[in-house]
């Protein structure tokens, strides 16, 4: 990335600042930002937050895979879950095989390194397209967003589909849209489009497919290409995503039916409101900006610049809009909407962040007046008037945050330094070394505070060491089933709690072990004898009442608990 005169005849809408450099990443380029993304999302990212229910989900069946040896149905304790397909389980599996552990910090690695390789592809194709400066600062942008910082260090599906949808598009566009370079012949591109395909609709079943094939059908459509369209049935390809798509629903329903009602119930019932919680129509106008923070300002920027220039006629622009508006509007139409569903279609708008950010500072060097002295002074008033209204105020983890507002506000400093100095490069450097920090800091001082479901994981412990060897454990109507992960089998999960009591009626045992909420061991008591031996501290707030305080105790039927009450006859 070099500050000097532009190459004219490639040089994208919004730069006399940078040479775009060479249409290729390079392996420098490519090092610099898996060493940028895997130094940010890896930090802190184990132990000192437990694992999320929407992350358990995933990772309790992956630990069950493994140790019962069904790869084509996902568990929790034995019962199937069957709202998502099991991509993420068996990548996360795979993990705990290779390294030889179930701790947070492998479970939440293959997303870890999903948003590494969906910021590798996004950074290939802008350098392809607009130059090697555009497409490094285009992977850095990603990686420092908003939406990678919170879900590449979850153990959930959507970094994976993110991944998934971001090759395929990709590797679509580099082999279909005109550019600067030639398009991508190799004969192994349909198959790497419709393997990235399949990877995306292992991760989180149709919503990928409807991205990719939506964008790239109405691309074909615009632009009336016959290359498209023969690159689309590519039999193959199609090959290639069928096999292991189709194969695993039919497989999967053939050992259990209900997996059909359940795919169309969280593919369908979201859009149609039977499932989720409904919002505004237009909570995408911010929940997007929100997510690309802090770069969602210079997409405005980005955009205004491609306009003017008459850029929007370019087969690149036209492509990037068919990635981003038909699944945006196909997100609109669904009653249940939520702030990380848009993340596979914001590469587009991570490249026109990019333009915006070159854009932005070709005006600030080109100005006569610049005023880094006011700008400088207004950036540390501004910290001080946050960090006294942060202290006065008395916000959770107040000290935190007012040295976070500080680390903004000297990184701030040395970008207004930089600029001063004229050394461009160096104030990139300063912007994207604060985002560092900061993301950071908040993984290390803020999230451990948030850790909502650790109060489950030290009841799990509990529980495990004072269970009789050998002995099941009964799991009976648990409103989550977060604290499974963390408890050692034998398990049994019952759902429905008069299953239980019939169970006990046919073949009564002496005494049971059972974790349930606490409305149900009242219920219980009723029918027997229960000893409470362990409550959970803590109840989880925003989804449990009173009712639902998890508690471990020993239940004894009221027949068999009416004999060892009785006296021996001498």
């Keep these: 990335m070099s500050a000097s005169n532009p190459t004219p005849v490639d040089n994208p809408p919004g730069s006399q600042l940078f040479d775009p450099g060479p249409h290729a990443l390079g392996w420098r380029g490519a090092a610099l930002i898996v060493a940028f993304g895997a130094s940010m999302l890896l930090i802190g990212l184990g132990g000192r937050r437990v694992l999320t229910f929407h992350e358990a989900v995933f990772a309790e069946p992956a630990k069950e895979m493994l140790a019962i040896g069904d790869w084509i149905v996902p568990r929790i304790a034995g019962v199937p879950y069957l ?4 991509g993420n389980a068996w990548a996360i599996a795979a993990a705990m095989r290779l390294f030889g552990s179930e701790s947070e910090f492998v479970v939440r690695l293959p997303s870890v390194l999903a948003a590494l390789v969906a910021a590798l592809a996004s950074a290939l194709l802008a350098a392809r397209w607009f130059g090697r400066t555009y497409g490094l600062l285009t992977g850095l942008l990603q990686l420092s967003s908003v939406h990678v910082l919170l879900q590449a260090r979850l153990a959930e599906s959507d970094t994976l589909l993110c991944a998934g949808v971001t090759i395929a598009m990709s590797v679509f566009g580099l082999a279909v849209v ?7 012949e190799a004969r192994w591109a349909p198959w790497l489009f419709y393997a990235a395909l399949a990877f995306s609709a292992l991760a989180k079943a149709g919503i990928g497919v409807a991205f990719v094939m939506l964008a790239c059908l109405t691309y074909c459509a615009l632009a009336r290409d016959r290359r498209a369209v023969r690159f689309l049935i590519d039999p193959i390809g199609l090959a290639i995503f069928l096999a292991p798509t189709i194969g695993w629903l039919a497989w999967a329903m053939h050992r259990c039916p209900e997996v059909r009602d359940a795919m169309l119930l969280h593919h369908f019932g979201r859009f149609a409101g039977k499932q989720g919680h409904h919002e505004p129509a237009l909570a995408y106008l911010y929940l997007v900006p929100m997510m690309l923070l802090p770069w969602s300002p210079l997409v405005g920027l980005g955009l205004s610049k491609v306009l003017r220039e008459k850029g929007a006629g370019d087969p690149r622009w036209r492509f990037l809009a068919c990635w ?3 699944g945006m509007c196909l997100l609109a139409f669904s009653a249940y909407k939520s702030r990380h569903y848009p993340i596979p279609l914001l590469t587009p708008l991570t490249i026109l962040a990019t333009i915006g950010l070159v854009q932005y500072l070709t005006l600030r060097y080109r100005a ?13 008033s501004a910290a001080i008037a946050a ?3 942060i202290e006065q105020t008395r916000i959770q983890f107040h000290d935190a945050v007012a040295g976070l507002v500080a680390m903004i506000a000297v990184g701030l400093l040395i970008a207004i330094y930089c600029e001063a100095r004229k050394r461009v490069v160096w104030q990139i450097g300063a912007m994207l070394a604060t985002v560092w920090c900061v993301g950071v800091g908040v993984q290390l001082w803020l999230i451990p505070g948030h850790d909502s479901y650790r109060h489950q994981a030290e009841l799990a412990a509990r529980i495990n060491r004072a269970m009789p060897p050998g002995k099941t454990l009964y799991m009976l109507n648990l409103p989550e089933n977060q604290i499974t992960y963390y408890l050692q089998p034998p398990l049994r999960r019952i759902d429905t709690p008069s299953y ?6 046919r073949q009564p045992h002496n005494e049971y072990f059972v974790l349930a909420p606490i409305h149900v061991a009242e219920m219980l008591h009723q029918r027997g004898e229960a000893h409470v031996l362990r409550v959970a501290t803590e109840i989880n707030s925003r989804y449990m009442t009173e009712r639902d305080r998890l508690t471990f105790f020993v239940w004894k039927p009221a027949a068999l608990a009416a004999q060892s009450s009785q006296p021996v006859a001498r």
């Design 324 to 326: 981003f508006v038909p």
């Design 83 to 86: 709202d998502k397909p099991p």
């Design 500 to 505: 239980f009591t019939e169970e006990v009626e």
């Design 387 to 389: 960090v006294v209204m």
């Design 368 to 380: 006569r007046r610049p005023r880094l002295g006011m700008l400088a002074v207004l950036t540390v």
């Design 178 to 184: 005109a550019g600067p370079r030639p398009r991508l």
